[in-house]
T-cell receptor, first 110, second 113 residues
Framework: EDQVTQSPEALRLQEGESSSLNCSYT??????LFWYRQDPGKGPEFLFT???AGEEKEKERLKATLTKKESFLHITAPKPEDSATYLC???????????FGTGTSLTVIP | DAGITQSPRHKVTETGTPVTLRCHQT?????MYWYRQDPGHGLRLIHY???????DKGEVSDGYSVSRSKTEDFLLTLESATSSQTSVYFC????????????FGPGTRLTVL
């Protein structure tokens, strides 16, 4: 069964304190892994797509990496405006469906 | 931002009443999706459409129906709403199904009393 697990559920960081969020997945052939950011009361906002193990993508203070079993979202020197819930999703080769994790709620304290 | 709007943005209804949620896009994307988001479950796919009048079921389709008569509009109907359908509903679009990214609308918060 295809599934996605994100950890930790919640993370509190001091401003400038770097850390990583984890997304572990089980899928019958990975077509793509997607990271989204979701602010309270809003829809998910696309961040990155990763397609194959070893791939990395960067955007400002965020860097996403991918292995055969998991993906990490590294946050370098976070700022309070990085506070949000970060969602991971995978798409299998077998169909159109995205499978989402339950997210990591990140709070960055000034 | 992708041109996706959802209406209504908030709705309170009673058990047993029919409810229709609308998703409208201005991107001319082929694929449209309806998800629900509940605490502890993440986003779950209800139905999706791969073209006008072409739809298919997702993971949690029971109690829901959809229709797409125009490229830009995708309707989600709860024929007889139940309290278990209280949720936040998101519409998403993608240009094609391959590895194309899905872009999400702002959501509709539905409460069934």
């Amino acid at each position: 069964e295809d599934q996605v697990t994100q950890s930790p559920e919640a993370l509190r960081l001091q401003e400038g304190e770097s850390s990583s969020l984890n997304c572990s997945y089980t899928v019958s052939g990975l077509r793509g892994l997607f990271w989204y950011r979701q602010d309270p009361g809003k829809g998910p906002e696309f961040l990155f797509t990763l397609y194959s193990a070893g791939e990395e993508k960067e955007k400002e203070r965020l860097k996403a990496t991918l292995t055969k079993k998991e993906s990490f979202l590294h946050i370098t020197a976070p700022k309070p405006e990085d506070s949000a819930t970060y969602l991971c999703a995978v798409q299998a080769n077998t169909g159109n469906q995205f499978y989402f994790g339950t997210g990591t709620s990140l709070t960055v304290i000034p | 931002d992708a041109g996706i709007t959802q209406s209504p943005r908030h709705k309170v209804t009673e058990t047993g009443t029919p409810v229709t949620l609308r998703c409208h896009q201005t991107e001319n994307h082929r694929y449209m999706y309806w998800y629900r988001q509940d605490p502890g479950h993440g986003l779950r796919l209800i139905h999706y459409s791969y073209g006008v009048k072409d739809t298919d079921k997702g993971e949690v389709s029971d109690g829901y129906s959809v229709s797409r008569s125009k490229t830009e509009d995708f309707l989600l109907t709860l024929e007889s709403a139940t309290s278990s359908q209280t949720s936040v509903y998101f519409c998403a679009i993608s240009e094609s199904s391959g590895t194309d990214t899905q872009y999400f609308g702002p959501g509709t918060r539905l409460t069934v009393l």
